[in-house]
């Protein structure tokens, strides 16, 4: 049927969310990364992976950076954060930038399982108990920016100067300027340090 790829730096969660989704899903294979670098090259090389389980904080996430640049280098995969914090904030950041679910680790087995089952029946799933928050302007427009655009801004965060942005994506610098002006006007900014710090909305400021 496919693959679900779990990453997750704690083997011992890796372990029982393994078991979790072996019991609901026997006929699937669970593949795991304890990092994002482990993951991207995992999704780089093999195109049967369903669905990815990913955790917010490992040290190499950076927030929903981690989720944004997955979503936009490997579309094919939709993304469930399994997370600590279940702040509704969060939740609906991470609905926002792309994630399909979004699973508290505090949740029991049966809630685990039910929730795999819609997600991979095509359903967006998230703790009925969330309240209908608004989602602030800023995540709403870096949510809107494309994948080219989200890389760059990425980039901009890093501290890159756009000769070093078009070597790392493969564009050309003209390309990348070209992107950026579009990329301000979707964020309602005017120049890069404006744009940095809106990016400060990728950030998971919770503890």
Same mark, same amino acid.
């Given at each position: 049927?496919?693959?679900?790829?779990?990453?997750?730096?704690?083997?011992?969660?890796?372990?029982?969310?393994?078991?979790?989704?072996?019991?609901?899903?026997?006929?699937?294979?669970?593949?795991?990364?304890?990092?994002?670098?482990?993951?991207?090259?995992?999704?780089?090389?093999?195109?049967?992976?369903?669905?990815?389980?990913?955790?917010?904080?490992?040290?190499?996430?950076?927030?929903?950076?981690?989720?944004?640049?997955?979503?936009?280098?490997?579309?094919?995969?939709? &993304?469930?954060?399994? *997370? @600590? /914090?279940?702040?509704?904030?969060?939740?609906?950041?991470? =609905?926002?930038? $792309?994630? #399909?679910?979004? &699973?508290?680790?505090? *949740? @029991? /087995?049966?809630?685990?399982?039910?929730?795999?089952?819609? =997600?991979?029946? $095509?359903? #967006?799933?998230?703790?009925?108990?969330?309240?209908?928050?608004?989602?602030?302007?800023?995540?709403?427009?870096?949510?809107?920016?494309?994948?080219?655009?989200?890389?760059?801004?990425?980039?901009?965060?890093?501290?890159?100067?756009?000769?070093?942005?078009?070597?790392?994506?493969?564009?050309?610098?003209?390309?990348?300027?070209?992107?950026?002006?579009?990329?301000?006007?979707?964020?309602?900014?005017?120049?890069?340090?404006?744009?940095?710090?809106?990016?400060?909305?990728?950030?998971?400021?919770?503890?």
């Amino acid at each position: 049927m496919g693959k679900v790829l779990l990453v997750d730096d704690h083997p011992l969660f890796r372990q029982a969310l393994q078991a979790v989704v072996a019991q609901a899903h026997p006929n699937l294979q669970i593949v795991e990364a304890q990092n994002l670098a482990e993951a991207r090259g995992i999704l780089g090389r093999e195109r049967d992976i369903i669905l990815v389980l990913l955790d917010l904080k490992m040290p190499d996430c950076g927030g929903f950076a981690g989720l944004v640049t997955l979503r936009a280098d490997y579309p094919q995969a939709p &993304i469930v954060i399994v *997370s @600590a /914090n279940e702040e509704p904030e969060t939740i609906n950041k991470a =609905i926002t930038f $792309g994630a #399909v679910g979004f &699973i508290p680790k505090s *949740s @029991a /087995n049966s809630k685990i399982i039910k929730a795999l089952s819609e =997600i991979l029946a $095509g359903e #967006v799933w998230v703790p009925e108990v969330l309240p209908v928050d608004d989602v602030p302007a800023s995540v709403q427009s870096i949510a809107s920016l494309s994948p080219p655009q989200l890389k760059i801004l990425l980039g901009l965060k890093r501290g890159l100067l756009n000769k070093q942005i078009a070597n790392e994506i493969g564009i050309t610098e003209a390309t990348v300027k070209s992107h950026m002006t579009i990329m301000f006007r979707k964020m309602g900014v005017s120049n890069r340090t404006q744009a940095v710090i809106a990016a400060g909305a990728l950030e998971d400021k919770s503890h």
